[in-house]
């Protein structure tokens, strides 16, 4: 094995940006064709580190080997013509052009002379490759986040001269199916010599696909690992530095008689058939399933969001419709969307005043915003969360992509209302700063708030929630204790409409 030649080395690897050292001396080396997971926390470097890689980034410290010999890359189209490709953290696409343009764009030589038929044909091709489902005439702005995370990803392998793909964070706005399909083609890039950095927040993924683990923290490489004879458990410590409980809530503290804060009946919409539940003072009500089987949509009609939604909703015994998402807010009910990257955030403010706009009301007279006070409890949200940002006036474009989601959930945390959905809260967030979130919903029904909480990620439905609501296609098909959840309760409630669909089929 020794004897292997190294692909790609970086050693002593350092990066600052003003006021914030990014990188102290982070180190990774590729194989040929191995599949090499990079983790940390959110804010450890690990992106600062591939855009290094790939030529973003020219100014640096430290030491950069590729095929034996030193490198610099000046710009992206230099390490992609030496064969380094990379799909970004955030979408990087052209929202105004076709699916099939943004799959060839920067390839002068095969667009210059070719005909948007031919273009769309070949970009089909693709899209068949990678089984996406999508129109190659299709404009970008027009897919769900995933399908354009699918696109990219199908561009970026599908250049015939890659020999390192780097995915940073790719599965984070996938489903299962998309993301079962995306390990697939990972193996088949590996089986073609190529080196696959895979930067992910999710520990099956990375036991499932890498044969090696790259832990860094702080900017400073920790250790290197082999995937196969190492623990989560071991790589998480080395990320966080501590051990991190996972464990599974086994009794609910909320006792049965607790009032009901809201009560829904026959939500239906669209997508949704006769959705109807109870929500406890002080409980945190999980609400699991496959991607797609209508959970949002609920969530969007309980909060006024989806206006051809309907059914009765009670909120503290008073009924109430909702027509609009203000009035949701009125009544105390907030909704945290799980597509924060659209919604959430003005990247080019400061993380105080994204974590107050919500909240302007309470922390101004007329016209007047008190800018101390509004400081004052943004730092406090900084310290509880552990958000790293040099400063509450850091504008949120340059916090990385985990802390830019607790600046969205700081502005949620702060409001003052007594219900709070959170769909997918989790996402994109590192192990350690999870419990701090975790933490915070624990303290929030404490005082007496309740919580329903969406979650593709079922440790985490089940290390938090009361009781378990499982939908399948648009229907609730069960609402379990969490005494008797457990990954295959919920699973079989969550597949069980489709598999009777399919077998009567
Ligand atoms: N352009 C920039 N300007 C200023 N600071 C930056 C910039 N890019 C990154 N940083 C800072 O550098 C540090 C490392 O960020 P990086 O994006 O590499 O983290 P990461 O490991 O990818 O985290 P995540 O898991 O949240 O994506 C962070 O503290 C971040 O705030
Ligand atoms: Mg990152």
Known sequence: MKSEPLRLRMEGIS???????????????????EVHALVGENGAGKSTLVKIMTGIYPDYGGLYEYEGEPVTFRSIAEAQHAGISIVHQELNMMGD???????????????????DKELN???QELIDEFDIGVDPRTLLRDLSVGKAQMVEIARAMSFTQTRVLILDEPSAALSEGETADLLRKVEQMRARGVSVVYISHRMNEIMQITERVTVLRDGDYVATMDTASCTVDEIIRAMVGRDVDQAQKTTSQVPADAPIALSARGLTSAR???????????????????????????????????????????????PLTFTHPRQAINAGIAYLSEDRKRYGLVLN?????????????ALSTGLVVHTKECRTVTQRYVDALKTKTPSVSQLVKNLSGGNQQKVVLAKWLLRDVSILIFDEPTRGIDIGARAEIYAMMRELVAQ??????VSSDLTEILHLSDRVVVMCEGRATGTLDIAEASQVTIMELATHHAQHSKESR
């Open 15 to 33: 990066k600052s940006f003003p006021g914030v050292q990014a990188l102290k001396s982070a180190r990774l080396d590729l194989r040929a064709g």
């Open 97 to 115: 052009l076709t699916v099939a343009q943004n799959i060839f764009i920067g390839r002068e030589s095969t667009t210059f002379f070719v005909s």
């Open 121 to 123: 044909r070949r970009a």
């Open 272 to 318: 949704v058939t006769d959705v109807s539940f109870d929500l406890r003072r002080g409980e945190i009500l999980g609400f699991a399933g496959l991607v797609g089987a209508g959970r949002t949509e609920t969530m969007q009609i309980l909060c006024g969001a989806d206006r051809w939604g309907t059914g009765t909703i009670e909120v503290d015994g008073r």
């Open 349 to 361: 403010l400061s993380v105080t005043d994204n974590t107050v706009l919500a909240s302007y009301d």
């Open 448 to 453: 007496g708030k309740s919580i329903i909480l």
